[in-house]
């Protein structure tokens, strides 16, 4: 079991004909992701590793039955690729463009309220079930099928500690690189829910980072509605403190959150352990199975 | 980029800050009334601005540091003598690390009140926010965590922009004198338009002063751009002036990496923010001292990764360096062919270089990898200690 992607999703693939979405469409393939098509403006009529590209995401799902889409677009024309994808009949967009104008991303974000499809990411490393089928840039060969799932904020980060995890023999039901830009699809709190509602996932990693306040706001979550055991790891502790210019971004997120101590705290408070290095997680989660 | 990390300083809402008198420029173009103020890079430049101006007259430094008042980066001058005095006393002064080499020669306004106004994007919404406060002219951070209340917060459907209502209800809530309400409402609504025409990340007046004749102007201005977007605005990327702390930060900035330079003397490379701060940190848990954070960025080909090794080099802190690269987009084989690259040019490797490799074509990198001039560890872990013994031995 998994949340969100298995066998059965059939993805489409906007930006295929990239270097970037070319290769990463292959390397999904090679995994097992049922990659059904791909969409670029303009490119109509040709393949890609065999996959047939439509001009829209719109003929895409009509003619190959997707219910999910991978963006590859550049960063200037990312979010129109995205809004594409989400007045399309899909279940899930994953976005993996990195820079996209944090002002479209909040035009995207007034968007996701109004539909019912799921963004994760920009600026992530996108989904994957072990075994199964894998939506993004993670590299496959390090995941292992198990029952814990993990969600984080950076990418690389993510495979590090399923590195920690595989290499004891702890597998994952699902990871999601829900990506570290100011605004995303969906959250922290968005995947633990899931987790908690998966009835194979019997632990959790779930990796922050310094900035923001939603690993406080997780580990609220975490300590009031879950009862599958978290461990958690905060990047950054050793971060020098930045010369903060702009006023008004600290009035809005408040004064004393975003620090790894203030993230490291919450966790705690709410029962979760956090680790000193990405082992240490590991070891964690060893004793939760 | 000064003292953080670009890709943190992205996650925390950083961005490109315009100078205050860029920042007026384009106020101005847009209909904020500014005071008459004139740029001046020297005693000479300064004092033929105050005169033009007249007195008394503000000299504000320009650079990138909150608090400038405090710091005496800011002085009132009433008469020609005193002018010149505080034009040499500002100029060339170091304020929190910043050397001024320019100051806003600024007609001083008569006031009577100090307005707060600002538009930023409130993350946690996911959503631009408008705020109006009565408490102007002091640190706004304070007051927004002595008392919230104090700032009156209205949030802005960016489908639709900022309804006129909406402008008038943050001025109202705010409780503003209503002999102006309708003056600072469309200041705020101004703010708005040009925070979004220039893709800002934070747009700020403070003060926003009132006059004895219920007029408003801008005594100050903030404009912090999204990195992001500078590729649709030409105009402020031209503006965007760079102050490095250091040659390495500027040598960094020619090769377009995020990098950050600390105290310690373990140089570091490595793939992705969140990967790049906890090899900082485990640097520090295993007793070391991280020299930098460097981050090459995904999907770097092999002349990044030497230029990357180039950098950390250059660093005469650095006494051993751990390269961590796990990659997704990150090819091993490059990451591999780079370092060779680097390290094949020097008769004797400078500075002793751990290598850790993993994840997409690890394997054909760790082929590629010439071992002789590296030393391998399979685990971050083992990496970072390695490296941090190597660092001890320079040391000792």
């Given at each position: 079991m998994s949340i969100l992607v298995d066998n059965d999703t059939r993805v489409v693939v906007q930006g295929i004909t990239g270097g970037e979405g070319r290769f990463h469409t292959e390397q999904m393939m090679e995994y097992?992701?049922?990659?059904v098509a791909g969409a670029v403006p303009g490119k109509g009529g040709e393949d890609v590793a065999g996959v047939p590209v439509y001009d829209t995401v719109d003929a895409a799902v009509e003619a190959e039955d997707a219910d999910a889409s991978v963006v590859f677009v550049p960063p200037a024309f990312a979010s129109d690729a995205v809004f594409e994808a989400l007045d399309t009949d899909l279940d899930l967009v994953v976005a993996i463009t990195e820079g996209i104008p944090t002002q479209d991303m909040a035009k995207v974000n007034k968007r996701l309220s109004e539909v019912d499809t799921r963004l994760i990411g920009p600026n992530c490393p996108g989904i994957i079930t072990p075994g199964e089928t894998k939506l993004g840039?993670?590299?496959?060969?390090?995941f292992d099928s198990g029952n814990v799932g993990l969600v984080s904020r950076s990418g690389t980060l993510t495979y590090q500690v399923v590195d920690n995890l595989t290499s004891r023999g702890i597998g994952q039901s699902t990871a999601i690189g829900i990506g570290g830009d100011p605004i995303i699809g969906t959250d922290f709190i968005d995947a633990l829910e899931l987790f908690e509602n998966d009835p194979d996932t019997e632990a959790v990693v779930m990796c922050g980072e310094i900035g923001g306040e939603d690993e406080e706001a997780a580990a609220k979550f975490i300590g009031e509605y879950m009862d599958t055991p978290v461990a958690g790891f905060i990047a950054g502790r050793t971060a020098p403190p930045g010369k903060r210019m702009g006023h008004a971004g600290a009035i809005v997120s408040g004064?004393?959150?975003?620090t790894a101590e203030s993230k490291i705290r919450a966790l705690n408070d709410a029962g979760v352990p956090v680790g000193d290095t990405p082992n240490e997680v590991a070891d964690y989660v060893e004793e939760f199975l | 980029m000064n003292g953080f990390y670009a890709k943190a300083r992205h996650r925390l809402n950083l961005a490109m800050r315009l100078h205050e008198y860029q920042a007026k420029e384009i106020f101005a173009d847009t209909g904020i009334p500014v005071p008459e103020s004139r740029l001046a890079t020297s005693v000479e430049e300064a004092v033929a601005a105050a005169e033009d101006i007249g007195y008394p007259c503000a000299i504000k430094a320009q650079v990138h540091v909150g608090g400038r008042g405090k710091a005496g980066g800011i002085k009132l001058a009433d008469d020609e003598g005193e002018a010149e005095a505080y034009a040499e006393d500002i100029l060339g002064m170091d304020l929190k690390g910043y050397t001024v080499d320019q100051v806003l020669v600024e007609e001083a306004v008569d006031f009577t009140n100090e307005l707060y106004v600002g538009v930023t994007m409130d993350r946690g919404e996911g959503k631009p926010v408008a705020m109006v406060s009565t408490r102007g002219g002091v640190d706004i951070e304070e007051v927004a965590a002595e008392d919230p209340e104090a700032i009156a917060r209205e949030h802005v459907d960016p489908a639709f922009g900022m309804h006129p209502y909406q402008a008038r209800k943050a001025v109202y809530d705010a409780g503003v004198d209503p002999a102006i309400a309708g003056d600072v409402a469309k200041v705020l609504r101004t703010l708005y338009d040009l925070w979004t025409a220039n893709d800002a990340s934070d747009a700020e007046i403070n003060p926003l002063m009132v006059t004895a004749d219920d007029e408003v102007i801008a005594a100050d201005a903030v404009l912090n751009v999204d990195d992001d977007a500078l590729f649709r605005h030409p105009e402020l990327a031209e503006m965007e002036e760079e102050t490095f702390e250091d040659d390495l930060e500027k040598k960094a900035h020619e090769y377009d990496f995020d990098y950050v330079r600390l105290s310690g003397n373990v140089g570091i490379i490595g793939n992705g923010a969140g990967l790049v701060m906890t090899t900082l940190d485990l640097v520090d848990y295993y007793g070391g001292d991280p020299a930098n954070f460097l981050d090459v960025g995904g999907g770097a080909k092999a002349d990044r990764i030497a230029n990357a090794l180039d950098m950390v080099f250059s660093d005469d802190n650095v006494d051993a360096v751990v390269f961590n690269i796990f990659g997704g987009i990150t090819r091993g084989d490059e990451v591999a062919k780079g370092i060779n690259e680097a390290l094949e040019q020097f008769d004797e490797v400078p500075k002793p270089v751990v290598v850790r490799l993993a994840g997409t074509n690890a394997e054909e990198g760790m082929e590629i990898l010439n071992t002789d001039l590296v030393n391998v560890e399979g685990t971050l872990e083992d990496a970072v200690q390695r490296a941090v013994e190597f660092a001890k031995e320079v040391e000792a």
């Open positions: 097992g992701t049922n990659v840039i993670l590299p496959g060969s390090i004064s004393g959150t975003g | -």
